[in-house]
């Protein structure tokens, strides 16, 4: 009853100057929805992330070829084969016990065409020689036809299976399966044999920084590619010609379970550079231990994004603190009257406490409400940024375009007890200050 | 104790009140001494520098004095705690002031029961009796009312109803008229010589003879000692018939 009255009082000392009131709550509402939001953005970001590498496969080792710089420097080069051989993935399909299977991958930039559709300009795009396992290690999901298939590879057949993106541009209209898809650099047809669904970009790998994207990818036989185009690859630009040569781009490796992992990659590591220890044409990247990295910098992102957070609350608490001070001497009168009619010292200290307290849980409640709302208002944000400022939107980098806000659950209780916590902290020293007055003194004040 | 067949509401004996102030030490009060029956109406006077609000203090229990001893009832104030002090203005003192205080955020009838808040008596038996002193006063109709929205003498009489409702040993007037207009002045005396015939027990400081005259007793203060303490001799009383023409008028004020 009492405890009803004291509340019911603070309220209404408060709803006196609402502007002033509606202000220092805003520093709490802010505070606590930082936290939310900052929170919420961190746990999206590392999530689109942890995904991203996770499409990679946990239980594989992914090889990789890097071209060198260029040292010569002079107009004739001799051409030097660089990255991982074929030597290479037979050495590791045979020495290594823990390898389940063992995927050659070769990639080239390319354009497709298809003469049916003349309307659309060749597409640059990239095309990967791969064999049959490569469907299941990187968990493609074929929509119409099969994949390739052991038999196509053995046979050298020119058949292709197409990614989703690609086959909507060139065919808009037409079912692709059998069609000719036509590579003009090469001057070469392949017939489609499958369509895959969309695939989601996974994580930077092998030195670059950008997701790998696989929405414009054409996927042959490597035994084919190998047939027909060979290693060398000749490079026409601004009137001069580059060739580099390299037998595969890519090795990826799947171990037995994930717990071999980084044993295996030590082994597949040393295998690689036992001839030169010093060798820069190839990066072993792990997914596992991308994944372990990931889940440390998350930790330490949600860390620094607390740390944000909590400054604002402390200005937020700061707020309070100024007004509440300024209240304080200016209700010094009233103050006078309440010690003269009988308030203790303690009753003067809970009066201007629980002022404070219910503006720092308004202001935490709101916070919630507003930091609820959090991901509607990333997705408005995003959407407006999309359709309004399409070249903006196109610097946004890809995690930041495909992740969602994710409310972590926790910062809900915690950015409120914080609030609470900011409320008494920064509340207590004027309450007390207002409870040590003379209430002589505080009577004669004008 | 004491000899007086009247019970008594404050004994008042020795008391001393020194302020240090730098290095020198102001002597308020010098050793002031009296008593005040249950029922009494004491005018307490005197120019400025005399004493008069360090005593007032005093008997407000504002305050500790240096020397002395003030018994209210059978407890000694000279000795208690702040908190000690607190309960003690919470259920013994009504206080009347000057600038009416009242409490802006509150209305009317919670203005009253303040007292009994910190009393920790608050219920709604004390609602009722907070609603009867209203209407005692003549502001029945005027509850819900904020004090802004009350007339000076309004506010002063809603005060008085605070004081009265702890049921206090005695009712401390400081200057209860002196922001009022002549008319109102003489409401509010009325109203506490109403209150004193009914046996309240009133000191009233005030610097104004004009005031001093409808107290049954005067104390004059000069130099932080009692110069004159005597029986006022030409008494202004209201007859019953001007407190009930006064009282009508008032409740009939138009609201200001």
Known sequence: MLLFRTWKLGIRSLLLHPMRSALTVLGILIGVTSVIWLLAISEGISKEFQKQIEDLGAENIIIRSIQPPD???????????????????NMINRTISTVQRVLPIRELPQKFAY?????????????????PEYSEVTRLVISRGHFLTSQECESKSSVCVIAAQLASILFPSED??????????????????????????????????????????????????????????????????????????QITVQVDTVDDVPKTAELVEATLRAKDPDRQDIAVVVPYELLEQAKTTRLMFMMFMCLIAAISLVVGGIGIMNIMLATVTERTREIGVRRALGAKRSDITQQFLVETITLSVVGGLTGILLGLLGPFVFEIARGGLESFA???????????????????PASIPVSFFISVVVGVMFGLYPAMRAAQMDPIEALRHE | MNASPKKMAAIISGLQKHYVLKSETVRALRGVSFEVPEGDYVAIMGPSGSGKSTLLNLLGCLDRPTHGSFLLGDDDVATMTDDELSAIRASRIGFVFQSYNLIPQLSVVENIEVPLYYKGTLNSESRKRSIGLAAMVGLGDRLGHRPTQLSGGQQQRVAIARSLVNDPYFILADEATGNLDSVTTEEILALFQRLNDEGRTIIMVTHEDEVSVHAKRVIRLRDGEIQVDEPIKN????TEEQIKEISKNASSESEE
């Open chain 1, 176 to 249: 692709p399966i059998n069609k000719q898809i036509f590579l003009p650099e090469k001057k070469e047809y392949f017939k489609i044999v499958g369509v895959l669904q969309p695939r989601n970009a996974t994580a930077a790998i092998g030195g670059s920084l950008a997701a790998q994207d696989f929405s414009l990818d054409i996927y042959i036989p490597i035994s084919t590619m190998r047939m027909r185009m060979g290693d060398q690859e000749t490079k026409r630009t601004g009137g001069s010609f580059s060739i580099k040569s390299f037998e595969l781009s």
């Open chain 1, 71 to 89: 040292e010569s420097g002079g107009n004739f080069r001799e051409i030097k084969a660089f990255g991982v051989s074929r030597a290479d993935y």
């Open chain 2, 235 to 238: 008494r202004q009383v209201f």
């Open chain 1, 390 to 408: 399409p070249n903006l939107y196109g610097l946004v980098p890809q995690v930041g375009r495909d992740m969602n806000p994710e409310i972590v």
């Open chain 1, 115 to 131: 003469t049916g559709n003349p309307n659309v300009k060749p597409i640059n795009g990239r095309l990967v020689g791969c064999t």
